[in-house]
């Protein structure tokens, strides 16, 4: 079962405009990862979250985790071509054993 | 340092053989994870190879096993193909110490026919 949910599914945005996606967990996050997939290639880290509360930048791209770190957001400004390809959001869990539980994916488009 | 390295990069085999994959960690990185990417299912998690041990597992069949030599380099096979084992493997490494960020491989696509 998927622990942890992202939306949207997909996003088609104008050049120049900002979104946002979610990533949400009915547990509690002991850390939670961002990465970006161009189609068929290998994952890129964009950022790690682990307080609650915590947001990092990097260039155009924000995210944040919620004081409860159960929901993290990820903000683009001003997206750019660039910007395309798939959004994953990672988590750590701990159960029997630790796992790194990933969310579904946001396909984001960006139209020139 | 050099990335993470997977090969081969693309891969076709029939359904019932069988097929082994490979991933270079970065060096010094003494964990690597094998996950699964499939559209329908996303990224699954396989296994995790620490200093030649496995130290944790995802809900896969016995006919994917891996290993890890001591020089970190790891394997994974995968035995009596079927066609929805069709999919992009990925591996990362890690130092293994704690929580931290994972680097991954570009990736093997297979085919299964």
């Known amino acids: 079962s998927q622990e942890l949910e992202q939306s949207p599914q997909s996003l088609i945005v104008q050049e120049g405009k900002n979104l946002t996606i979610n990533c949400t967990s009915s547990?509690?996050?002991?850390?939670l990862y961002w990465y970006k997939q161009k189609y068929g290639e290998g994952l890129i880290f964009l950022m790690m979250l682990q307080k609650g509360g915590e947001e990092k930048s990097h260039e155009k791209i924000t995210a944040k985790l919620d004081e409860k770190k159960q929901q993290s957001s990820l903000h683009i400004t001003a997206s750019q071509p660039s910007h395309a390809g798939i959004y994953l959001c990672?988590?750590?869990?701990?159960?029997?054993?630790?796992?790194?539980?990933w969310g579904a994916g946001t396909k984001l488009i960006i139209k020139p | 340092k050099a990335g993470v390295t997977q090969t081969p990069r693309y891969l076709i085999k029939t359904r019932g053989q069988q097929v082994t994959l490979s991933c270079s960690p970065i060096?010094?990185?003494?964990?690597v994870s094998w996950y699964q990417q499939t559209p329908g299912q996303g990224l699954q998690f396989l296994f995790e190879?620490?200093?030649?041990?496995?130290?944790n597992k995802g809900n896969f069949p016995g006919r994917f096993s891996g290993r890890q030599f001591s020089n970190s380099r790891s394997e994974m096979n995968v035995s009596t193909l079927e066609l929805g084992d069709s999919a992009l493997y990925l591996c990362?490494?890690?130092?293994?110490?704690?929580?931290?960020?994972?680097?991954f491989g570009p990736g093997t696509r297979l085919l299964v026919l």
């Open positions: 190879y620490f200093s030649e041990t496995q130290r």
């Open positions: 990362a490494s890690s130092s293994g110490q704690g929580q931290e960020t994972q680097y």
């Open positions: 060096s010094g990185h003494r964990s």
């Open positions: 547990k509690t996050l002991y850390g």
């Open positions: 990672g988590a750590d869990f701990w159960d029997s054993n630790y796992q790194l539980i």
